[in-house]
């Protein structure tokens, strides 16, 4: 029997016994342990007596504890810190749904941004119309007698007030390098703020009905009269000729609406004019038609919105052309 080299109580012994009882009687393992055992005063059955030093040895056995090394903690609570912000980030879905959300907003955004000027537009142009009371005169021009204060003449032809009208002088013989078309009137020498409210109304009167004279204007423009100003270019203008009466806009584009005059012996025609707007209306009345097209024109009036307004009335007549059938009994500019 092999003598007792191994501490019954070391983890070396429980291999041996395992090992003994893996290996059976006989076997050297099976001889060292028995003899380990009886060494130290155990006797009965051999295997008896391995299976219960076994088993007392393993249930007796202290496991190893484990404990955190140094920064344990630290790293720990940074993990669930990272785990945390993963699962608070956004996740697909989220990102989707935010995307959509997005979109529409873009969408409707565009849609206000088309929708809105117009309807602020029809409501800025029921209160010019609609809202406003025109009441202090600013500048009129109600032909007495002679051409009143505050207004000066323009162009080539000459004006003169008779029969408590404005009227174009008879035309001599026209010079070699005159235009095929001449021009005559007066323009109101104070300028009109850009940003003020006015009613600008003028009154022409012909000898016959108005589709047998030439043409008269009232115009507003945002550049002073001079000899050299281009016509059409800066002026808004309301125009009776050929028994029609039309809107131009600035750069001369002329507006599709219109009223028949040619049975009238007195047109009457106005314009309304704030900041960005203008509503020019004829002497018809309007109202079959649907409330956006109650007036020759209502809309932007493409002056220039940081610039005087200068007002005036204008004849213009062909080269040669010796007719005066036409006169004006008044131009009046009101505000509120």
Request: hydrophobic share 40%; with cysteine; charged share 20%.
């Amino acid at each position: 029997m092999a003598e007792p080299t191994l501490n019954i109580e070391s983890e070396e012994f429980t291999n041996l016994l395992a090992e003994a009882l893996r290996a059976g009687p006989a076997s050297p393992q099976w001889h060292q342990a028995v003899g380990i055992l009886g060494a130290h005063g155990s006797e009965g059955d051999q295997y008896k007596l391995l299976c219960a030093a076994r088993e007392r040895l393993e249930s007796g056995k202290e496991y190893r504890s484990v404990r955190a090394g140094p920064g344990f903690g630290k790293k720990v609570m940074e993990g669930i810190g990272a785990q945390g912000q993963r699962r608070r980030g956004p996740s697909t879905l989220s990102l989707i749904v935010g995307a959509a959300v997005l979109t529409i907003l873009i969408v409707l955004a565009a849609f206000i941004y088309r929708v809105l000027p117009g309807v602020s537009q029809q409501q800025k142009i029921k209160q010019l119309t609609e809202g406003t009371y025109y009441t202090h005169d600013v500048q009129a021009a109600r032909f007495e007698s002679v051409i009143p204060e505050g207004w000066q003449t323009l162009g080539e032809l000459q004006v003169k007030v008779r029969d408590k009208e404005l009227r174009l002088e008879p035309a001599g013989n026209p010079a070699a390098t005159a235009p095929a078309v001449l021009a005559g009137g007066l323009v109101c020498t104070t300028p009109l703020a850009a940003d003020g409210v006015y009613s600008i109304s003028a009154v022409f009167r012909f000898n016959h009905t108005a589709d047998e004279t030439g043409t008269v204007r009232l115009f507003i423009s945002d550049e002073p009269i001079t000899s050299g100003h281009p016509s059409g270019e800066h002026e808004l203008v309301c125009q009776v000729k050929s028994g029609e009466v039309r809107v131009a806009l600035p750069g001369k584009s002329v507006c599709p609406e219109f009223d028949q005059v040619a049975d009238l012996r007195e047109v009457a025609v106005r314009i309304l004019i704030n900041r960005d707007l203008a509503v020019v209306d004829g002497p018809r009345t309007r109202t079959d038609l649907p409330v956006e097209k109650q007036h020759l024109y209502a809309g932007a009036s493409g002056l220039a919105p940081d610039k005087p307004r200068y007002v005036g009335v204008e004849f213009l007549r062909r080269n040669g052309d010796k007719s005066g059938h036409l006169g004006v009994a008044s131009i009046v500019i009101q505000k509120p």
